[in-house]
C-alpha cells in the first residue's frame, strides 16, 4: 500500500476507483462534490437535507459516480466532529472495510474535511497505520489463502503537504509494519514459533537493515554466563533456548542505548505447575513480550531512526518432564540471589530477571521489559491497557504520554514495599510468586529487585498482547513513539 498526500487541487483531480468524503452531520461539501452530485441527480444534497446524511461515526454511506468524475464510487464515510483517536481509528476502518468489499485499488480520501482537534499529522498518523493493521490477516497455517489486498494507492488530501504531515505518513506506516509483525509472530503456533524460529527471524532482521545485528546465545553460553534463574525454565523441554540480542546503531557510540527486554515463552504449559487444560493453547501468545522488541526494532530500522536501540529476547519453552524444574526447587540467578521456585508457572519473571542483569553491560539510558506477566494483570485491567510500572515516575509518564499519543495505552501501576514483601521465601532471597493478592504487582516487584541500577520499566501486557484468539501487535506503536520522543 503507498500512500500519497495530495493538496485539494490536485486531490480532486486524481483519478481513482472510490473518493472518500469524511461527512459529520451537516457536512459541507467541496465543490466538486457539488458538480458530481448534479450527476447523482441531486442525490448527496437530497440526502443531506432530509437529515439522512447525518451519519453516525464510521457509518458508510455509498453513491456511484459517473463519469464526469474523476472516480468510480463516491463514499461518504461518517466522522464524529472532535478529538477522540478512538473515533477517528473507527472510522477509519469503517472505510477500509468499505474499499475492500468494493475490491477498491487506489482511493483518494479528503482528509481536509475532518474536524477535528487532533492535529492533521496526528490524525494521517493514525490513518495509515490503520490502514497499515487492518490489511493484516493471518493464513500461515490455512489451506485456504485469504483474497490479496486490492487496495494499492491511497491519496490523501491535506491542506498543507509539509514534513510533519509527511513525517506522520512515515510513522504511521512504520508502526503498522512493526505491529503486524509483532501480530505475525505472536499468532504463529507454538509448534512453528519456537526459540530458534525467533532466532532466524532476528537473523532476518540483520540481513534485512543495515543497522542493526543479531547475536544469538546458545544454552551452553548461558551455562556458562550463569544465568539459573532462565536455565531452570528450559528444564522439561526438548526445545533449546535462545538469547537473542538484536542491536540497532542509528547514532554515534557515544550514546547509551534505550535497551528493550522481550520475554519469550513459545508456549507455557506451566510446567509443573501444569495449567488447567481449557484455553491452554492461548499461552502461545506468551512470547508477544518478545514479538514487540522484534516489531518495535523493525519499525525503529524503517524508520532509520538517529539513536540507539537493543532488544533483548529471552525464548525458551516452558514444559512438564522428568526433568522439569520443581516447585520448592531453589535457583541462582545471574546476579547471585537465590529464588525459591513455589511455582513454575510464574516463570517469566525467571527468565526476565537474568537478562535484567544481562543488560547492565550496556550502560543503558532506560531499560523497559514487555512480558506477558499475569492473568492478574488481565483481571485488573481486561485486554484494553497495558500495565507499566517504574522506578522512576518520571520515565513511567513519559511512557504513558507515548501510548496516550498513538492510542496504544498503558496505565500507571505502584511498586510499594508492602508488595514486596509478599515475596519473602523460608528457604531462599526471595520466593518467585507473592500470593493470591495483587500479582501482577508483586510480579513486577520480583523484576524490580533486578533493576537498582538504572531507569527501569516494565509493562505487563498479558491482556492488550492479544484479544479473542488474536494477537494486538502491542506494544510495538507505544514503544516506536516512545523512541522517536527520545530525538
Ligand atoms: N504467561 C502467564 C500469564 C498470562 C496469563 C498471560 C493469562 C496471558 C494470559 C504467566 O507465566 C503465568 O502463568 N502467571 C501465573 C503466575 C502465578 C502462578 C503467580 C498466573 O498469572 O496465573
Ligand atoms: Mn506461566
Ligand atoms: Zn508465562
Not at 485539494?8 to 472518500?20: C, P, Q, R, W, Y
Not at 528444564?235 to 538469547?243: L, S
Not at 514479538?291 to 540507539?308: I, P, R, Y
Request: hydrophobic share 40%; charged share 25%.
Amino acid at each position: 500500500m503507498d500512500f500519497n498526500l495530495k493538496t485539494t487541487a490536485s486531490g480532486l483531480k486524481t483519478k481513482a476507483d472510490v473518493f472518500v468524503l469524511p461527512a459529520h452531520e451537516t457536512p459541507t461539501l467541496p465543490s466538486i462534490v457539488d458538480e458530481i452530485d448534479k450527476s447523482l441527480n441531486g442525490q448527496i444534497k437530497k440526502r443531506q437535507k432530509s437529515k439522512r446524511l447525518r451519519l453516525k461515526n464510521a457509518q458508510i454511506n455509498g453513491f456511484i459516480a459517473t463519469d464526469k468524475a474523476s472516480w468510480g464510487d463516491v463514499i461518504l464515510a461518517g466522522c464524529t466532529k472532535g478529538s477522540s483517536q478512538r473515533d477517528w481509528i473507527a472510522f477509519a476502518k469503517a472505510v477500509f472495510a468499505a474499499l475492500k468489499q468494493v475490491k477498491a485499488s487506489s482511493v483518494v480520501i479528503d482528509v481536509t474535511q475532518v474536524e477535528s482537534t487532533l492535529s492533521e499529522a496526528l490524525l494521517l498518523q493514525l490513518l495509515t497505520k490503520t490502514f497499515v493493521e487492518t490489511s493484516y490477516q493471518y493464513d500461515t497455517t490455512l489451506s485456504d489463502k485469504k483474497e490479496k489486498l486490492a487496495l494499492k494507492k491511497v491519496h490523501l488530501i491535506v491542506s498543507s503537504n509539509n514534513s510533519a504531515n509527511k513525517k506522520a505518513v512515515e510513522l504511521g506506516q512504520s508502526m503498522g509494519v512493526g505491529a503486524n509483525l509483532a501480530k505475525q509472530l505472536g499468532n504463529l503456533p507454538g509448534n512453528i514459533c519456537t526459540p530458534s524460529f525467533l532466532a532466524k527471524e532476528a537473523q532476518g532482521l540483520a540481513k534485512t537493515y543495515q543497522k542493526l545485528s543479531t547475536e544469538v546465545l546458545t544454552e551452553t553460553q548461558l551455562k556458562k554466563l550463569k544465568m539459573g534463574s532462565l536455565l531452570s525454565v528450559t528444564e522439561g523441554t526438548t526445545e533449546p533456548a535462545k538469547v537473542i540480542v538484536m542491536k540497532y546503531k542509528g547514532d554515534k557510540a557515544s550514546q547509551k542505548p534505550v535497551v528493550l527486554v522481550g520475554k519469550g515463552v513459545t508456549f507455557d504449559s506451566g510446567g509443573i505447575s501444569l495449567k488447567p487444560g481449557a484455553r491452554m493453547d492461548e499461552m502461545k501468545f506468551d512470547m508477544c513480550g518478545a514479538a514487540s522488541v522484534f516489531g518495535t526494532m523493525k519499525a525503529v530500522a524503517e524508520l532509520d531512526l538517529k539513536v540507539n536501540l537493543i532488544g533483548v529476547v529471552g525464548a525458551v519453552e516452558n514444559m512438564p518432564a522428568g526433568n522439569a524444574t520443581k516447585p520448592g526447587d531453589v535457583v541462582t540467578s545471574l546476579s547471585g540471589t537465590t529464588t525459591g521456585v513455589l511455582n513454575t508457572d510464574a516463570e517469566g519473571r525467571l527468565v526476565l530477571c537474568d537478562l535484567l542483569t544481562y543488560v547492565e553491560r550496556f550502560k543503558p539510558k532506560a531499560v523497559v521489559d514487555i512480558a506477558t506477566l499475569t492473568g492478574a494483570c488481565v483481571v485488573a485491567l481486561g485486554h484494553h491497557t497495558s500495565a507499566v510500572y517504574s522506578n522512576d515516575d518520571d520515565f513511567k509518564m513519559a511512557l504513558k504520554k507515548a501510548g496516550d499519543a498513538v492510542y496504544d495505552r498503558a496505565w500507571p501501576m505502584p511498586l510499594w514495599d508492602e508488595y514486596d514483601e509478599q515475596l519473602k521465601s523460608e528457604f531462599a532471597d526471595m520466593g518467585n510468586i507473592g500470593g493470591p493478592d495483587g500479582g501482577s504487582v508483586t510480579a513486577a516487584c520480583f523484576l524490580s529487585r533486578f533493576t537498582k541500577s538504572y531507569t527501569w520499566a516494565h509493562l505487563d501486557i498479558a491482556g492488550s498482547a492479544w484479544q479473542k484468539k488474536k494477537a494486538s501487535g502491542r506494544p510495538v506503536s507505544l514503544l516506536t513513539q516512545y523512541v522517536i520522543d527520545q530525538l
